[in-house]
């Protein structure tokens, strides 16, 4: 059984419609944004985790 997961940036969105559909807010991400060379060394921005089992 797997879950679905998705991520969204609160800056952005309200995420109202993940609320809508029952989807469970799981947290934060660390904020770090993914770069050719690997991860960027600062925090920037988090996104929230929503996951539907």
Known sequence: MT???TVVNPRRFHSIMYRAA??????????Y??????Y????EAPKRVWVRP
């Not at 029952?22 to 904020?31: A, C, F, R």
């Open 3 to 5: 879950n679905e997961h």
């Open 22 to 31: 029952s989807w469970i807010e799981s947290g934060l991400t660390q904020g």
């Open 33 to 38: 944004r993914r770069m050719r060379e690997g």
């Open 40 to 43: 960027s060394a600062a925090k």
